[in-house]
């Protein structure tokens, strides 16, 4: 009875714990929401960026102050840090003529000048991703995919030449060394978004379109359910996963809650639990001690130590 009575009430705590540590970080509007924030590696600094992905911002968490990087069109999506957090890494779009054009541009936290990589597109179905300690950058394509050395030293960081990436319903490992692939299709006719390595990249997670969160080894092996889930995001040390679980109307969202789980599928935890809220978008902080997400209902993003 006495171990039964600890255990609902270390339950209880942890309930009280996740929903009264909600700290308020950026503050928005539903008319100008903040979403998709992202702690840059040295956690100095959170980006995040605006409705329909419009923008990056970048927030400095000593100062409490935001600049705006860019206002670009979709160049809030799927942004990516440099491992030195003096950079950063997008696919911008812009529309003509009705037709929409992408390009791959780096973008300088010091400085806010960009540099563009490729041309304008009307074609470019993957996203770039840094590579090679951050020395590289791979974009996937079509056909030919294309690689562009950047200024970056790899010297104060582990070398790793692997890259895993989405293309035509595979996924894919990439060896940069000796340009070498190997192909996985661990559902059979799946679509696969939300596709990330784990920091030691030993590990993989996706999202099949319209079904559940997966984990697997890089090398293929021991296949994960990890059941009902979106943007999955890795801790640190490469052994949690967080996400969120969402509800919606068909037109709008209903629901939403900001989940952990381990790699192997074991110890599910609704970190936010609450009823009124719809979090969403979740992050890691580089200790692994705290999150990030944006709250739909206020637009604003929140804070939360989980350790």
Avoid: H
């Amino acid at each position: 009875m006495k171990k039964l009575l600890l255990i609902l009430s270390l339950l209880f705590s942890v309930s009280i714990f996740a929903q009264s540590s909600y700290q308020l970080l950026i503050s928005g509007t539903m008319e100008d929401a903040v979403l998709g924030p992202v702690f840059s590696p040295d956690g100095k600094n959170i980006a995040y960026t605006k409705n329909n992905y419009q923008g990056i911002w970048i927030y400095n968490l000593q100062t409490k102050s935001s600049f705006q990087l860019t206002d670009e069109m979709a160049a809030g999506f799927a942004f990516k840090w440099s491992s030195d957090s003096k950079s950063i890494l997008s696919r911008v779009a812009k529309y003509e003529d009705l037709k929409r054009y992408n390009a791959v541009k780096v973008f300088d936290i010091a400085t806010k000048e960009s540099k563009q990589l490729t041309d304008y597109k009307t074609l470019m179905p993957y996203l770039p991703q840094w590579a090679d300690s951050d020395t590289k950058i791979y974009l996937p394509e079509k056909t030919n995919d294309e690689i562009f050395i950047t200024d970056k030293s790899n010297k104060n960081f582990n070398q790793n030449s692997l890259i895993v990436f989405e293309k035509n319903n595979k996924l894919i490992v990439k060896n940069l060394n000796d340009n070498s692939e190997q192909t996985f299709e661990p559902i059979k006719d799946a679509r696969y978004i939300s596709l990330s390595a784990s920091p030691d990249n030993s590990k993989i997670v996706f999202k099949v379109f319209g079904g559940s969160m997966f984990t697997m080894n890089i090398d293929g092996s021991n296949l994960t359910d990890l059941g009902q889930g979106n943007s999955p995001q890795w801790s640190p040390d490469s052994k949690k996963i967080i996400y969120e679980i969402t509800k919606d109307d068909g037109y709008n969202f209903t629901a939403s809650d900001v989940f952990s789980i381990n790699a192997d599928g074991t110890q599910k935890i609704n970190l936010t639990n609450t009823n009124d809220k719809i979090e969403m978008n979740p992050c890691f902080a580089p200790d692994g001690k705290a999150i990030v997400f944006d709250v739909v209902d206020d637009g604003s993003i929140y804070l939360m130590n989980i350790e």
